[in-house]
């Protein structure tokens, strides 16, 4: 398939998950480069977190450059393990930063609990795979795939921990009395609110071209945000509080 192959809508889908991705990478690598500087392992937990997050689009991207650069299209087996195997990863790295600075105390047993659930999350998967991968998912369209219950009710479970533990860590940012961690604050459930609000909205709406490229939009936009929440530059810093 070529570039005249495809419709606007698959198009942009694959344009636009390519930029957020390579934003995401980007800001990711980013992030954990900073552990370098002030030696935190949370940091490089913080940059794997939005690496592995994006890994959702990831077999968008592939499918899409297959089809335009060589004419191939990636097997659906492939392209659910692709955009399913990470999200476990992400989630994992996000608890052990979350909790590593907001209840230190208690890291071990929640990284442990949240390591159980995702291990055993993938080996159901991988079985669920090898006995008919339609029950993880399939594709309606050329472009378009329907997920099933079992990785929808993990993601779900994902994102809503994501934003609990989101809104628990930001709030106490908020309650700062220095002014620039308050600003990081602010920045990071920016980031949380935006990605839930694109990620929902691509799994529960038909999206028309514009909406996608909106809710794309969003996505880096909540990609930017999770940075500065996390490291924010001095000038940027200076000129908000004044």
């Known amino acids: 398939?070529?570039?005249?192959?495809?419709?606007?809508?698959?198009?942009?889908?694959?344009?636009?998950?390519?930029?957020?991705?390579?934003?995401?990478?980007?800001?990711?690598?980013?992030?954990?480069?900073?552990?370098?500087?002030?030696?935190?392992?949370e940091m490089v937990t913080?940059?794997?977190?939005?690496?592995f997050l994006s890994s959702a689009w990831w077999g968008i991207v592939i499918l899409f450059l297959g089809y335009v650069l060589f004419d191939y299209r990636i097997g659906t087996v492939p392209y659910l393990i692709i955009g399913n195997i990470f999200v476990p990863v992400a989630l994992v790295c996000w608890i052990y930063s979350f909790s590593s600075m907001t209840y230190p105390e208690y890291k071990k047993k929640?990284?442990?609990?949240?390591?159980?659930?995702?291990?055993?999350?993938?080996?159901f998967l991988i079985i669920l795979l090898i006995i008919d991968y339609r029950l993880i998912g399939y594709f309606e369209t050329e472009f378009y795939l329907v997920s099933e219950i079992y990785p929808t009710i993990y993601q779900l479970f994902a994102v809503v921990t994501a934003i609990v533990t989101g809104i628990i860590f930001t709030?106490?940012?908020?309650?700062?009395?220095?002014?620039?961690?308050?600003?990081?604050?602010?920045?990071?459930?920016?980031?949380?609110?935006?990605?839930?609000?694109?990620?929902?909205?691509?799994?529960?709406?038909?999206?028309?071209?514009?909406?996608?490229?909106?809710?794309?939009i969003i996505l880096i936009f909540s990609t930017f945000a999770y940075y500065l929440g996390f490291f924010?530059?001095?000038?940027v810093s200076k000129w908000l509080i004044s």
């Open 232 to 235: 924010l530059p001095k000038f």
């Open 46 to 51: 913080v940059g794997l977190t939005w690496i």
């Open 171 to 216: 709030k106490k940012a908020l309650e700062s009395e220095d002014e620039e961690i308050r600003w990081k604050g602010r920045f990071l459930l920016t980031a949380f609110i935006t990605f839930t609000i694109a990620a929902f909205a691509e799994a529960i709406i038909l999206l028309t071209p514009l909406l996608l490229v909106i809710m794309r």
């Open 110 to 123: 929640i990284v442990l609990i949240y390591s159980i659930i995702s291990i055993v999350y993938e080996i």
């Open 1 to 41: 398939m070529t570039l005249e192959g495809l419709t606007q809508l698959d198009f942009l889908n694959g344009i636009f998950s390519l930029l957020f991705i390579l934003v995401a990478i980007v800001i990711g690598i980013k992030l954990i480069s900073v552990y370098f500087k002030y030696q935190k392992i």
